[in-house]
């Protein structure tokens, strides 16, 4: 029996869902979406009685929701791509 199942894989041929191209995409989504959430954080204060205004920063309002965006646009591309 068991050796039924493997002859029957082999005929089949086994395919990967993703190639290596969505991988790669797949790799750069989460990196862009790291740094994104690295540039988002800080720009507290220690004291809540003080305002910092470092928290209104260009890098948390534009750049990293931008990168965040990217990020989650590339894993899309990466799960929905296919090679032809």
Request: charged share 20%.
């Given at each position: 029996?068991?050796?039924k199942?493997?002859?029957?894989?082999?005929?089949?041929g086994?395919?990967?869902?993703?190639?290596?191209v969505n991988?790669i995409l797949?790799?750069?989504?989460?990196?862009?979406l790291?740094?994104?959430y690295i540039?988002?954080?800080?720009?507290g204060?220690d004291?809540?009685?003080?305002?910092?205004?470092a928290?209104?920063?260009?890098?948390?309002?534009?750049?990293?929701p931008?990168?965040?965006?990217l990020?989650?646009?590339?894993?899309?591309v990466?799960i929905?791509?296919k090679?032809?």
């Amino acid at each position: 029996m068991e050796n039924k199942i493997e002859n029957k894989n082999d005929e089949q041929g086994l395919q990967m869902t993703f190639g290596l191209v969505n991988y790669i995409l797949m790799a750069a989504g989460i990196l862009l979406l790291a740094i994104g959430y690295i540039l988002l954080s800080g720009g507290g204060s220690d004291d809540p009685n003080v305002f910092n205004p470092a928290m209104f920063d260009v890098r948390r309002l534009y750049v990293a929701p931008i990168l965040i965006v990217l990020g989650f646009v590339v894993e899309i591309v990466a799960i929905m791509y296919k090679k032809k």
